[in-house]
T-cell receptor
Framework: LAKTTQPISMDSYEGQEVNITCSHN???????ITWYQQFPSQGPRFIIQ?????VTNEVASLFIPADRKSSTLSLPRVSLSDTAVYYC?????????????WGAGTKLIIKP | DTEVTQTPKHLVMGMTNKKSLKCEQH?????MYWYKQKAKKPPELMFV???????INESVPSRFSPECPNSSLLNLHLHALQPEDSALYLC??????????????FGPGTRLTVT
């Protein structure tokens, strides 16, 4: 099972773009990369999922290089409400296995 | 409706008590999950139900007993817990094993304190 490593914490300012990188050196061929956001005392919320290259949705982009040994979650023009813990997850498709490996999480603090 | 509801929000129980946590979703999801989350740690998977059948039990002690009465409901029965079982218990659901997405919808959790 692929292990993930991500920074414990990051600070940024309102209006900036924030990039959080996750390392997953032993990612398997059929593993996907998923990111969740969690506010204090709430359940995590799905942000984005990808397999390779770039994925973009209305809240974030996910960049995955060709070797897939890392991935970067990009949050454009952050606001104070983006202060949260961000988890990187790696695992095989759900049609074969539900066992995702959750990273330790990155605590992102956005300052005014 | 994209909401997963959990009751109660908070629960304090003694080590000899029996209590149950409840989870409900009406999104037609066929996979439901229980997680345990300690402070400043990621969620830890406990159980997975797929089409109302238990498909994964992550070596959870028998003092935790899951139940899936129907496709919308998930219970977690608690008995003879230890203080170290105090945590946030999260329920989640997803479309199911035949969909290639990891998008899980989480409830707000039950904050459990064992005294």
């Amino acid at each position: 099972l692929a292990k993930t490593t991500q920074p414990i914490s990051m600070d940024s300012y309102e209006g900036q773009e924030v990039n959080i990188t996750c390392s997953h050196n032993n990612i398997a061929t059929n593993d996907y990369i998923t990111w969740y956001q969690q506010f204090p005392s709430q359940g995590p919320r799905f942000i984005i999922q990808g397999y390779k290259t770039k994925v973009t949705n209305e809240v974030a982009s996910l960049f995955i290089p060709a070797d897939r040994k890392s991935s970067t979650l990009s949050l454009p023009r952050v606001s104070l409400s983006d202060t949260a813990v961000y988890y990187c997850l790696v695992g095989p498709p759900p049609y074969s296995n539900y066992q995702l490996i959750w990273g330790a999480g990155t605590k992102l603090i956005i300052k005014p | 409706d994209t909401e997963v509801t959990q009751t109660p929000k908070h629960l304090v129980m003694g080590m000899t008590n029996k209590k149950s946590l409840k989870c409900e979703q009406h999104m037609g999801h066929r996979a439901m999950y229980w997680y345990k989350q300690k402070a400043k740690k990621p969620p830890e998977l406990m159980f997975v139900y797929s089409y109302e059948k238990l498909s994964i039990n992550e070596s959870v002690p028998s003092r935790f007993s899951p139940e899936c009465p129907n496709s919308s409901l998930l219970n977690l029965h608690l008995h003879a817990l230890q203080p170290e079982d105090s945590a946030l218990y999260l329920c989640a659901s997803s479309q199911g094993p035949d969909r290639s997405t990891y998008e899980q919808y989480f409830g707000p959790g039950t904050r459990l304190t064992v005294t």
